[in-house]
């Protein structure tokens, strides 16, 4: 059984559980998430390791790399854990210039999927986010049309459960009027909340919402608060944000990433930092 993790574990559905506290693999690829890691070894321990913590959800994407993210997490865990769930993502590729362009047509998505799916070693992905707006912010429109493709696959028995990322409160309610939506992946933290009531519906409806860049957005006079709580604390900035947002609901999924074995011990402890009343007040003053 896997060890307890800061904040306990979220049960988004009858047959899926998973630690508050999660790993984002993304960083396991090379620089500007292309290619393999420079550490082949230390990328194949942060997996293991993750797992060894308690971590029981490991979020990634066949476009990490590309590919070779997908490939580290089969061969690092395969075959994995009964508790172990793994998220993905599809609706971008990768092209050689190494930007990310939208792939969200109905043969894209498929193949995706299947891609996912083999890479892996799985005959079924636990949870598949569609991705449909840009880096930060969501892109106005439907997303009817892919939500549904992958909710065909889901009926097919290759995914168990859908979830949405970077979109609109609208898009969520489009996404949930098709097939039920166990997640959403945003960008939020202590410096952007403009998610706040995203984040406080999806509380209210047991649907697990995933910030990522925890630390991303920050001006120098944000920064500083931070830096001064933390020094308070003993801690790292990034551990008190982590921990921050394990406070902010409770059904906010972490899924820092790292690609070093000391920083993700380092990250699953300052989750579990217990933020007094006066840091707390200090810290929400940095997003008012």
Same mark, same amino acid.
């Given at each position: 059984?896997?060890?307890?993790?800061?904040?306990?574990?979220?049960?988004?559905?009858?047959?899926?559980?998973?630690?508050?506290?999660?790993?984002?693999?993304?960083?396991?690829?090379?620089?500007?998430? $292309?290619?393999?890691?420079?550490?082949?070894?230390?990328?194949?321990?942060?997996?293991?390791?993750?797992?060894?913590?308690?971590?029981?959800?490991?979020?990634? @994407?066949? %476009? %990490?790399?590309?590919? #070779?993210? =997908?490939?580290?997490?089969? &061969? +690092?865990?395969?075959? %994995?854990?009964?508790?172990?769930? #793994?998220?993905?993502?599809?609706?971008?590729?990768?092209?050689?210039?190494?930007? $990310?362009?939208?792939?969200?047509?109905?043969?894209?998505? #498929?193949?995706?999927?299947?891609?996912?799916?083999?890479?892996?070693?799985?005959?079924?992905?636990?949870?598949?986010?569609?991705?449909?707006?840009?880096?930060?912010?969501?892109?106005?429109? @439907?997303?009817?049309?892919?939500?549904?493709?992958?909710?065909?696959?889901?009926?097919?028995?290759?995914?168990?459960?859908?979830?949405?990322?970077?979109?609109?409160?609208?898009?969520?309610?489009?996404?949930?009027?098709?097939?039920?939506?166990?997640?959403?992946? =945003?960008?939020?933290?202590?410096?952007?909340?403009?998610?706040?009531?995203?984040?406080?519906?999806?509380?209210?409806?047991?649907?697990?919402?995933?910030?990522?860049?925890?630390?991303?957005?920050?001006?120098?006079?944000? @920064?500083?608060?931070?830096?001064?709580? +933390?020094?308070?604390?003993?801690?790292?900035?990034?551990?008190?944000?982590?921990? $921050?947002?394990?406070?902010?609901?409770?059904?906010?999924?972490?899924?820092?990433?790292?690609?070093?074995?000391?920083?993700?011990?380092?990250?699953?402890?300052?989750?579990?930092?217990?933020?007094?009343?006066?840091?707390? &007040?200090?810290?929400?003053?940095?997003?008012?």
């Amino acid at each position: 059984m896997p060890k307890p993790l800061p904040g306990g574990n979220l049960e988004l559905a009858d047959d899926l559980t998973v630690s508050r506290v999660g790993y984002g693999a993304m960083q396991l690829a090379g620089p500007g998430v $292309w290619g393999p890691p420079k550490d082949l070894k230390e990328a194949i321990a942060v997996l293991r390791e993750a797992v060894e913590l308690g971590i029981t959800h490991i979020d990634t @994407s066949d %476009y %990490y790399g590309p590919y #070779i993210v =997908n490939q580290l997490i089969r &061969e +690092a865990l395969h075959p %994995y854990p009964d508790h172990l769930r #793994i998220a993905t993502k599809v609706g971008a590729r990768r092209d050689p210039d190494k930007s $990310w362009p939208r792939a969200l047509s109905r043969h894209e998505l #498929i193949t995706a999927v299947h891609e996912n799916l083999e890479r892996l070693g799985l005959d079924a992905l636990d949870i598949v986010n569609l991705r449909v707006g840009g880096l930060f912010e969501p892109t106005p429109g @439907s997303i009817a049309e892919p939500f549904a493709v992958l909710a065909e696959l889901q009926q097919q028995g290759l995914i168990r459960h859908l979830g949405v990322s970077v979109v609109s409160p609208e898009q969520l309610t489009e996404a949930q009027s098709i097939a039920p939506v166990v997640c959403v992946q =945003n960008f939020y933290n202590l410096a952007n909340r403009a998610d706040d009531q995203l984040v406080d519906r999806c509380a209210r409806k047991g649907i697990a919402y995933t910030p990522f860049f925890p630390l991303g957005g920050f001006s120098p006079l944000q @920064s500083e608060v931070l830096d001064r709580v +933390a020094s308070r604390l003993d801690a790292t900035p990034f551990q008190i944000a982590l921990a $921050w947002l394990l406070q902010r609901s409770p059904t906010i999924l972490l899924i820092p990433g790292t690609s070093s074995v000391a920083h993700l011990r380092e990250n699953v402890a300052g989750a579990g930092i217990e933020l007094p009343s006066d840091a707390l &007040e200090e810290l929400n003053s940095i997003g008012a």
